[in-house]
């Protein structure tokens, strides 16, 4: 229901008129926005199942090759193999904007451009499972990072449509509708007023008629 306390003036419905046609507007692009956002939401989230399993399905693979690794060596020999690793990795950070919620792109930098450095060890003294397992997380990092990527994507995307989705609804079901109820309300004491106002002057001129 209209506040009664609004000013039943052409002045005020005409600002009425035009905050409708302004959150009409905004109602229109924020769902259009909406759709978009969960249209991106949904590639990134086929996306992100298929890198976890990828990265899950990887991660088993070395987890029994290094098991089978200790099984074939020493502790302290295991131990002095990992002790100095040889190669470092670095991470980039850059920004790609998603209708205007910035995500993260994560890029991958080595301290060196070798394969080999993988390996901090000779492999004299070492057991072949060592270095498959070694081989098969170096292999699966680059998915890691890109799944830690889509899975902030998709935490950023989910929050900014919920957002999103609570000013469509707000527009859609409290702000247009009280609007259009002010407007009806304050047109309907306009043509309430004109109809005296014409009552009134029909008065006044059968007044002045009868007395000439």
Avoid: W
């Avoid at 924020?30 to 996306?47: A, C, G, H, P, V």
């Avoid at 957002?163 to 702000?175: D, H, P, S």
């Amino acid at each position: 229901m209209p506040k009664r306390s609004l000013n039943s003036t052409r002045m005020e419905l005409n600002k009425l008129k035009k905050k409708l046609i302004v959150a009409r507007r905004g109602h229109k692009l924020l769902k259009d926005k909406r759709d978009e956002m969960m249209r991106q939401f949904l590639i990134y989230i086929e996306e992100n199942k298929n890198l976890r399993l990828k990265v899950e399905n990887a991660i088993r693979v070395a987890n029994k090759n290094f098991a089978l690794a200790q099984s074939e060596m020493t502790k302290e020999n295991l131990d002095l193999a990992l002790m100095s690793p040889k190669q470092s990795l670095y991470i980039d950070i850059s920004y790609k904007n998603i209708m205007s919620v910035k995500v993260p792109q994560f890029s991958i930098k080595t301290r060196t451009s070798e394969h080999s450095d993988i390996f901090p060890y000779s492999f004299a003294m070492t057991s072949a499972a060592l270095d498959k397992a070694i081989m098969d997380l170096s292999e699966v990092f680059g998915d890691m990072i890109k799944l830690a990527q889509t899975e902030r994507t998709c935490q950023m995307l989910s929050s900014e449509i919920e957002k999103t989705n609570r000013r469509v609804n707000a527009l859609e079901y409290v702000v247009i509708p009280e609007t259009q109820e002010s407007i009806k309300y304050i047109s309907m004491k306009i043509e309430e007023s004109e109809r005296s106002n014409a009552v009134r002057l029909i008065k006044v001129k059968d007044l002045v008629l009868n007395e000439k």
